[in-house]
Structure formats: C-alpha cells, structure tokens
C-alpha cells in the first residue's frame, strides 16, 4: 500500500505534536532560550566547546537561560547573580546531581556524583574533618616540600641539557605524587620516568574525556540501555584499572595492620579512612567500594584539575613577560633562590595569588561544574525551572563578562591586587571550585597544591618558549571535557636562576 496519500496527514500531525510541544514549554514559564528543533531540541548549537556555544547563547537570551538538548530540558546560569540564586538561595532544591550515563555505577559510591542524602553528608562530613581539615594538611607539608626539591631537581638536570621541559607532565607528576604521598605514603610515578608517569595521565586523560564526551545516553535517556556510543563501557574498564592500583594499596596496608606494622610518619589519609571505619564500626560508610571511589576522584580532579590550572598558569605568562617580570621580582623580593618556597611564604606572594586567580578566571578547570539537577520545581527571578531539569553554571561565560572584568579576554592579574577572594562562595565572580553544599571538598588541598607548585617552578627558574614556538606563539587551544585542558602540551625552556 502506498504511503503518499498518508503523508499530508503525517506532516500534518507531526507539525502539530512539535507546535503543542512549543506551546506547553512556553506555559511551564522556562527561563528565555532558543526555539527547539523536532527531536534534536538544540543539540546543534552546542559544537565540541558547549561552554562558548552556551555562553554565545546567554548573550542573545540572558544569564538564566533554558535549552533543550535533545529531550532533556537544561537550565544555564551564567552570571553571579544567577548562580548565587541555584548555588545558594536555592541551594537545598538544586544540589541533586544529573548523573552522566557513562559515569555509570561509579556515581553509587562517588561524593562527586551520589545523591543529596544521608550518606553523602557522612561522607562529606568524614572528607571535610578527617582529611582536608587545615590541621591534617599541615602535618603533610614537609611531604609537600620534599615533592618541590625533586621538581626542582628534575628540572635543573633538563636545564643544563637543555632539554625542553614538557610543563603539563612535570606538573601532572607532581600533583599525582603529592596526592599518593599524602594518601598512600608512596609514589606512584616518577619524573625522570617518561613511559610510566605518561601512561597514567593518559589514563586519567582518558577517564575525563569519557566522563565528559557529549553522549547520546544522556540527551535522550530513553537509548542509555543500549550504550550507543560505548562510553559507559570504555570508562568502567579505564575506572577498573584505576582500582587496580588503589586495591592494591589498601590490601598491602591491611596486612601490615594485621602482622602489627607500626608507621613512624604522620598518618596519611589511608590511615585516617582505615581508623575512621574501626572507631565507627562500618557506620561511616567506608566499605571497599566506597574507598576505590573516594580514591578515584581525589586522583582524577587532584592530578588532572591540579596540574592543569599550572600548565594554563605558565602559558599565560610566557605569552605576557610583564607578568612574568612582576612574579619574579616578587619572588626575589620574599624569597630570593637562596631557599626553597615554603607554603608559610603564600600569603607574603599576593601577585602570585594574582596570576592563580586570572588563570582561574580565563580557564575554569571545570568550565561548567558538574551537572546539578533540581529535585523539586523551583521559582528563580520569576522563571520556573522543573522537577528533573538539569542544571549547569557556565563559570566560563562568567569570566568574558565584560561587565564584571575590564577586558575579560586579557591576561591581567594586576585586577585582583588588593581584593580578597573568598573560593568558597563569598564571590560569585569567582567559584572555580563551585559553591554551596556542592563545592569541591578537596578546595583546600588543590589551592595549596597550585600556588606552591607554580611559585616553586618561577622561583628557581628563567622560562623561555622554544625558538619555533615564537613565530607562531603560544597554541592556547582547549581541549573540552570533564576539565578544560590544553589541546597542545606546553614546552619551554628552563635555565637555572
């Protein structure tokens, strides 16, 4: 039987469904946004950076912004005022967590990723007083000045070669040994080892970039069974090698306990989680899989996140030798090369917090946070954001708004000279850690971590770009994902101050 004469009828009914689906998005009073095409909504607008694709979008329909990206209506903020009203004012209906699909059942047992409940306060709570309380990160920095003298080290042996220093890696070495020190009391990769320090930030590289791809799954949910794309599976065996390695760590330390092996250093963190679930009897929730998950995303936002806020942090400097000529003269000034940085020498550094905080302006390490979700419906400045809504904070777009920042597209840390920043949520301007009940509970570790590392490297060192690179310049191309890293890896030249 022929189809032709069905198809006006067809056309018809179809045009009708898409025109009532217009009408019933027009009643639900959605914040502003653009006209959604038939099935697709507005996936075609976003490209492979949905952070500029979103906040080009937030300049035509306002900082509280609607879309739909396929059959899952997604709500944008994009300016201080709108995140303080998601983050904060209506922080309690807004802190559920959107769940990517490939994350899969690593969201069971993550902090990052488990629902708004009793058990991820607990956690939340063992994280916030047992490992990152400022008194337990103090008793690790003699591991943290131990860490800078083999940075240092290593580079000054690429220096008098001549070899170029690969910035990223260093600084991603680094970052993973701070943070398997400080929770293993171990290294697990070594700088003058280039084959095994790259095949883990490959891994971790990897990891992000699958926890961040745009997914099939999650723009039409009703397809995530069938895993169109493999993005689930891909990351459960790249999360299983990752938990190789941390099952490793905990059985050996278990063993130890069990034959009454004593450690003479400070506790580290695996020591800390093992106490805190024998004091609590297995009331803190610490089972196995909750330690490979906490462990996981210590490692993933530790070492990628850390190493990549350095990496963005050198490259913007190497491009303005202003900047870099006021970082080192600071230096000189505080410290001179005669010793080492120490973390008591941060606070005496306020250009170089500057340079931390224009980095974190320019390059957010997560551009967009993590998906929240709203577990109520919910009134912010008279739009309606729905039960189940996704909801995102383009801290990127927040840092190009011109007016917050005067000239947002420039390189300028003298902005932030003689202002305090309050990471935590007192600045909606700056919230590179989120805020709220959701802001990143390894904050404090992570802003020691990158002042200490980039002020070590300015500190012994004069940075060149390599003779090819300076007639082309600098490639500050992003590579979008979980993180926003560099699409090409940062070389320069060392020389010995």
């Known amino acids: 039987m022929s189809v032709l004469p069905w198809l006006p009828w067809l056309v018809v009914s179809f045009l009708s469904i898409y025109l009532l689906d217009l009408l019933a998005h027009a009643r639900r009073r959605l914040p502003p946004g653009p006209i959604p095409l038939p099935l697709i909504g507005s996936l075609h607008l976003m490209g492979d950076q949905p952070h500029r694709s979103l906040a080009r979008l937030t300049r035509i329909h306002g900082p509280l912004m609607s879309i739909r990206l396929g059959a899952v209506t997604t709500v944008v903020a994009s300016s201080p005022d709108a995140a303080r009203d998601i983050l904060q004012k209506h922080d309690a209906v807004l802190a559920g967590r959107?769940?990517?699909?490939?994350?899969?059942?690593?969201?069971?047992?993550?902090?990052?990723?488990l629902p708004h409940g009793p058990r991820w306060r607990s956690l939340?709570?063992?994280?916030?007083?047992?490992?990152?309380?400022?008194?337990?990160?103090?008793?690790?920095?003699?591991?943290?000045?131990?860490?800078?003298?083999?940075?240092?080290?290593?580079?000054?042996?690429?220096?008098?070669?001549?070899?170029?220093?690969?910035?990223?890696?260093?600084?991603?070495?680094?970052?993973?040994?701070?943070?398997s020190?400080?929770?293993?009391?171990?290294?697990?990769?070594?700088?003058?080892?280039?084959?095994?320090?790259?095949?883990?930030?490959?891994?971790?590289?990897e990891v992000m970039k699958c926890g961040g791809s745009p997914n099939v799954s999650d723009f039409f949910p009703v397809l995530a069974r069938a895993d169109l794309q493999g993005l689930r599976r891909r990351l459960a065996q790249l999360l299983a090698r990752l938990h190789q390695v941390f099952d490793a760590e905990v059985d050996r330390r278990l063993r130890g306990r069990e034959l009454g092996e004593t450690r003479k250093e400070h506790e580290d963190f695996l020591d800390v989680l093992l106490d805190v679930t024998e004091r609590d009897g297995g009331k803190a929730g610490l089972d196995r899989d909750t330690l490979r998950a906490l462990f996981t995303d210590l490692f993933l936002a530790g070492s990628d996140s850390t190493s990549s806020m350095v990496e963005w942090a050198m490259a913007e400097l190497l491009k303005n030798p202003s900047s870099m000529a006021k970082a080192h003269e600071e230096l000189?000034?505080?410290?001179?090369?005669?010793?080492?940085?120490?973390?008591?020498?941060?606070?005496?550094?306020?250009?170089?917090?500057?340079?931390?905080?224009?980095?974190?302006?320019?390059?957010?390490?997560?551009?967009?946070?993590?998906?929240?979700?709203?577990?109520?419906?919910?009134?912010?400045?008279?739009?309606?954001v729905p039960q189940g809504a996704r909801v995102l904070v383009n801290l990127w777009a927040m840092g190009q708004d011109e007016s917050i920042w005067p000239e947002p597209d420039k390189f300028m840390p003298e902005r932030f000279l003689g202002r305090t920043v309050d990471f935590r949520g007192g600045d909606f301007e700056l919230i590179p850690f989120g805020a709220g009940r959701r802001v990143c509970p390894g904050m404090p570790l992570a802003i020691r971590t990158v002042h200490l590392v980039l002020a070590t490297l300015l500190n012994q060192f004069e940075w060149k770009i390599?003779?090819?690179?300076?007639?082309?310049?600098?490639?500050?191309?992003?590579?979008?994902?979980?993180?926003?890293?560099?699409?090409?890896?940062?070389?320069?030249?060392?020389?010995?101050?």
């Open 181 to 205: 020190g400080t929770i293993f009391s171990k290294d697990l990769a070594s700088l003058d080892d280039h084959g095994g320090s790259k095949e883990f930030q490959a891994l971790v590289s």
């Open 124 to 179: 939340r709570k063992t994280m916030a007083t047992e490992l990152f309380a400022p008194h337990r990160l103090d008793a690790l920095q003699g591991l943290r000045s131990d860490k800078m003298r083999e940075l240092v080290a290593h580079i000054a042996r690429l220096a008098r070669d001549g070899v170029e220093v690969d910035v990223g890696r260093v600084a991603f070495t680094t970052s993973l040994n701070l943070l």
């Open 466 to 497: 390599p003779v090819e690179v300076e007639r082309t310049g600098i490639d500050m191309s992003e590579k979008f994902g979980v993180s926003l890293t560099k699409a090409v890896p940062l070389g320069a030249i060392a020389t010995m101050i």
């Open 98 to 113: 959107f769940v990517n699909d490939a994350v899969g059942d690593h969201a069971r047992d993550s902090v990052a990723w």
């Open 332 to 384: 000189a000034q505080v410290i001179s090369t005669t010793r080492s940085v120490e973390e008591s020498d941060i606070n005496q550094l306020p250009y170089i917090q500057a340079v931390v905080n224009e980095t974190l302006r320019l390059h957010p390490p997560g551009p967009l946070l993590l998906p929240h979700q709203a577990q109520e419906a919910v009134n912010i400045a008279g739009f309606t």
